[in-house]
């Protein structure tokens, strides 16, 4: 690279159209060692010109111009070299506009990409708008069967979710959303955070016993106290807490809190469907997910581990993911990383158990509900705390009603659908998609209400099950989901289910499609049954024809015999006749001899 002194940048800047005298420099520049056809010697002058993308804008590049060394450097050929300089301006800009629409372009779909992951790992709790509006408020209230029949106009008892889980994501989200804008408020404190955390795991023990899970707690004392902000550390527990109930149905979780090198090292370890080595670099990007994970639920805003990222930094410290699923959390002792002004002053150390649980009781009890939903207890609001709980086995259909079946990971969902429908239908609930199978296999339902989202088996999964299985391939299907638009509808209907409706729907729609969908099915089993029926007559009559048509062969042969027979025996009747006639003539000659 040469120095700006040859070229006189800074000059260009003012002056129209520079011209700089080469000299002996030419062939340090690289103009004059450059042989040009044409040109009888090497160029002796250059022109330097800015290229601005606009006007009176600070020059984006530089354009240097070897100047014919045959020809004088005149006005024509001044406005020559500038209108090459705008020429080159004006692809710039429009390739810098271009490159500019694309990354415009690209933040705009990523947008697009993770407010669709969130809204369709973050199903709504209920089927109808949150909004308080006329509309929603008949869907929910008016539009169900119990309301309309008792003409009362209150709250569905089922409808609404349960306050500690929209709490639980309301919180979350405005969380993670203060962490990314930078507005969080974190408090650190001196506090025992081997009792505070040894606190927080035991909110879970009840669920992981109940899931017949091994759960091991080693948290020794550290020795001194660790700056962290209470709540924050206890949503950071019980998010890794609760991942690892989601992902392990057998085996054990263990959570350890040590002291290593300067700081304090939690480790969160289970064995159970592990992360795929290629998805460890991504598990905490927002709304990431690895596909045809096995979960004993599909419920989550996709924020849980991107949150724990967020809350570890901001102690200064990291997390990371090992072989399996075991995730690392290390805090560094002391206060020197952290920001002065946030530091609480050192009166007393906290007592773990004076606010310890309170966020991790949330989790716990959903958990607790994921449990329920594996027992098939999916309207009890926990189990006993006892690992030897027994599925309890659903009465069978009442006679005079028709079946349907509900598969829906989500138990306020199911409550809700339930309380729709069992005013008018024999409903059985299920919790995914294996269950559904089994249950339409067994009870053989009218109808099918299935959730795209489930574990074990999404709603495609069972819906080609279904319609692979030919006793239950006519068996209605109405596909539940958040993914809206025309394309996810037709990739529904296409797939082979009746009908697809988004959530959050009305109660109206609701009944409305399956009072269609039941009257279809039956239409068609009729029109079955009479095409059946008609067919077993026509096969009847078509073996009555065939009878008769053997019988009619029969006497038509018979017949033709009885008239060979005839014939033969006028014959011999005409035979008898001549010869009596010449016997006679035999007797009237021989008696006129005598």
């Not at 705008?86 to 506009?97: K, P, V, W």
């Not at 993911?321 to 906290?350: D, K, N, R, W, Y």
């Not at 033709?560 to 033969?568: D, G, I, V």
């Amino acid at each position: 690279m040469f120095s700006e002194n040859i070229w006189r940048f800074h000059t260009a800047l003012s002056e129209d159209c520079l011209v700089v005298e080469l000299g002996q420099r030419a062939s340090r520049s690289g103009l004059g060692g450059l042989s040009i056809p044409g040109w009888p010697l090497p160029a002796q002058k250059a022109a330097v010109l800015p290229i601005r993308l606009r006007e009176d804008s600070e020059a984006a590049a530089f354009l240097v111009l070897g100047i014919h060394p045959g020809r004088a450097f005149d006005d024509t050929y001044r406005d020559f070299v500038r209108r090459i300089a705008e020429q080159i301006a004006i692809g710039l800009a429009s390739a810098r506009a271009h490159e500019q629409e694309r990354r415009r372009a690209e933040a705009l779909a990523e947008i697009d990409r993770a407010k669709t992951a969130f809204f369709q790992q973050c199903q709504p709790r209920v089927p109808y708008s949150s909004r308080p509006d006329a509309r929603s408020t008949r869907g929910s209230v008016a539009g169900s069967p119990r309301a309309a029949k008792s003409g009362t106009s209150r709250a569905v008892g089922h409808g609404p979710p349960k306050r500690g889980q929209v709490a639980k994501l309301v919180n979350r989200l405005l969380d993670f959303s203060r962490i990314e804008a930078g507005r969080a408020q974190a408090v650190y404190e001196p506090t025992d955070l081997s009792g505070l955390t040894a606190e927080i795991a035991s909110v879970y023990r009840s669920a992981m016993e109940n899931a017949g899970l091994q759960f091991a707690v080693e948290c020794p004392p550290i020795g001194e106290p660790v700056y962290v902000d209470r709540d924050m550390w206890e949503k950071v527990v019980s998010n890794l807490l609760s991942n690892a109930f989601k992902f392990t149905f057998e085996g054990s979780v263990a959570v350890t809190l040590k002291a290593l090198d300067g700081a304090v090292r939690l480790q969160v370890r289970d064995a159970g469907v592990g992360i795929p080595e290629e998805h460890r670099e991504r598990v905490f990007e927002r709304f990431h997910r690895v596909e045809g994970t096995q979960a004993r639920t599909f419920e989550g805003t996709g924020i849980g581990l991107a949150f724990v990222q967020e809350v570890v930094k901001l102690h200064g410290g990291d997390v990371r993911v090992g072989h399996g699923s075991t995730f690392t959390v290390t805090i560094t002792l002391g206060t020197m990383h952290l920001p002065p002004e946030c530091i609480q002053a050192a009166q007393s150390v906290a007592s773990p158990g004076a606010t310890a649980g309170v966020y991790a009781a949330v989790y716990s009890n959903e958990a607790q509900g994921w449990l329920a939903d594996e027992w098939g207890l999916g309207d009890v609001a926990a189990l006993p705390k006892s690992a030897s709980v027994v599925p309890v086995p659903r009465p069978e259909p009442v006679a005079g009603r028709e079946l349907i079946v509900v598969a829906d990971d989500n138990a306020d969902m199911r409550k809700y659908l339930r309380h729709l429908l069992d005013g008018r239908y024999e409903v059985h609930t299920v919790s995914d998609g294996r269950q559904a199978l089994d249950t339409t296999r067994r009870l053989r339902p009218a109808l099918l209400l299935a959730d795209v989202m489930m574990p074990q088996s999404d709603g495609f999964g069972l819906l080609r099950a279904v319609r692979d299985d030919a006793v239950l391939a006519g068996t209605p299907i109405i596909l539940l989901s958040t993914r809206a638009g025309e394309e996810s509808r037709l990739e529904g209907l296409q797939a082979g289910a009746d009908d697809y409706l988004v959530k959050p729907f009305t109660a109206r729609e609701l009944m409305a499609r399956v009072e269609v969908h039941l009257k279809l099915a039956k239409l068609r089993r009729e029109t079955a049954e009479r095409e059946e029926r008609l067919w077993m007559e026509a096969e009847l009559e078509r073996q009555r024809l065939n009878a008769s048509q053997d019988l009619l062969l029969e006497t038509t042969r018979l017949y033709q015999e009885l008239q060979e027979r005839e014939a033969e025996i006028r014959k011999l009747k005409d035979r008898l006749h001549r010869e009596n006639l010449a016997l006679r003539d035999e007797v009237d000659r021989a008696s006129m001899f005598v």
